[in-house]
C-alpha cells in the first residue's frame, strides 16, 4: 500500500498572499495523483487530477506540480473561501486508493 | 448537473447490519466506476470500496473486506452498501464517489462526490 503524507498538518496564511501544500508518495506514483478540498461539513471538491490539471471551474490561483514522490499544491492569492483543508489521493497503484492525512490551511 | 446523494445512514449497536444508498442522477451512471469512501468524524479520509461499470470487478479496503459488499443497480442508477458485524471503527460520514474519465481507463481521481451519510456505531 502506498502511503500518502502531507506536511504541514497546519499551514497559517494572510489573505491575499501564497501558500505551498505538500504531499509526498511512499513510493513513485508518476503523475496519478489528485489534490482535494473540503470545506466544513462539505463533501471534498476535486481541484487538480493528474498532478498539474485543474478540473473544471477551478479558478487559475490554484495549480499543482511535481511527479514520481514529490507533489505540490499552491495557491498563488489566498482568497477568504480557501481557508479548509487539502487532501492529496494517489491513484497509480491500487487498491486501494490511499489518502494523505489532510493539510488544514488557516487565516494568520 | 451530476448528483450523487446518499441515504441510509443511522444508529446502529456493535454487530449490527446497515444499508447505504446512493441515488445518482445528470449523468448516464452505468457509465461510470464508483466508489465508497468514509470520514470518520475529525479524521480524513479512508477509501472502503469500488465497483466497475457492470458490478464485474469489485475492491474492498482490508479493514472492510468480509463485512461490507458493494452492489449497484444500473437500471435504478444506483449504488449500495451492505455493511455487517459493525463496530465503532465504522463510525464515519460515508460518502459515493464517482471516478473520472467515464470508465476509459484503470485508476482515476473522485470528480463528484455526494453530501455523505453519517453511520454511528454505538450501544
Known amino acids: 500500500e502506498i502511503v500518502m503524507t502531507q506536511s504541514p498538518a497546519t499551514l497559517s496564511v494572510s489573505p491575499g498572499e501564497r501558500a505551498t501544500l505538500s504531499c509526498r508518495a511512499s513510493?513513485?506514483?508518476?503523475?496519478?495523483l489528485a489534490w482535494y478540498q473540503q470545506k466544513p461539513g462539505q463533501a471534498p471538491r476535486l481541484l487538480i487530477y493528474?498532478?498539474?490539471t485543474r478540473a473544471p471551474a477551478i479558478p487559475a490561483r490554484f495549480s499543482g506540480s511535481g511527479s514520481g514522490t514529490e507533489f505540490t499544491l499552491t495557491i498563488s492569492s489566498l482568497q477568504s473561501e480557501d481557508f479548509a483543508v487539502y487532501y492529496c489521493?494517489?491513484?497509480?497503484?491500487?487498491?486501494?486508493?490511499?489518502f494523505g492525512q489532510g493539510t488544514k490551511l488557516e487565516i494568520k | 448537473q451530476v448528483q450523487l446523494v446518499e441515504s441510509g445512514g443511522d444508529l446502529v449497536k456493535p454487530g449490527g447490519s446497515l444499508r447505504l444508498s446512493c441515488a445518482a442522477s445528470?449523468?448516464?451512471?452505468?457509465?461510470?466506476?464508483m466508489n465508497w469512501i468514509r470520514q470518520a468524524p475529525g479524521k480524513g479520509l479512508e477509501w472502503v470500496s469500488y465497483?466497475?461499470?457492470?458490478?464485474?470487478?469489485?475492491y474492498y479496503a482490508d479493514s472492510v473486506k468480509g463485512r461490507f459488499t458493494i452492489s449497484r443497480d444500473n437500471a435504478k442508477n444506483s449504488l449500495y452498501l451492505q455493511m455487517s458485524s459493525l463496530t465503532a471503527d465504522d463510525t464515519a460520514v460515508y460518502y459515493c464517489?464517482?471516478?473520472?474519465?467515464?470508465?476509459?481507463?484503470?485508476?482515476?481521481?473522485?470528480?463528484?462526490w455526494g453530501r455523505g451519510t453519517l453511520v454511528t456505531v454505538s450501544s
Open positions: 464517489a464517482r471516478e473520472s474519465h467515464g470508465g476509459t481507463r484503470l485508476g482515476n481521481d473522485l470528480d463528484f
Open positions: 445528470g449523468f448516464t451512471f452505468s457509465n461510470y466506476y
Open positions: 465497483i466497475n461499470r457492470g458490478g464485474s470487478s469489485i
Open positions: 513510493q513513485s506514483v508518476s503523475s496519478n
Open positions: 493528474f498532478a498539474s
Open positions: 489521493q494517489q491513484y497509480n497503484n491500487w487498491p486501494p486508493y490511499t
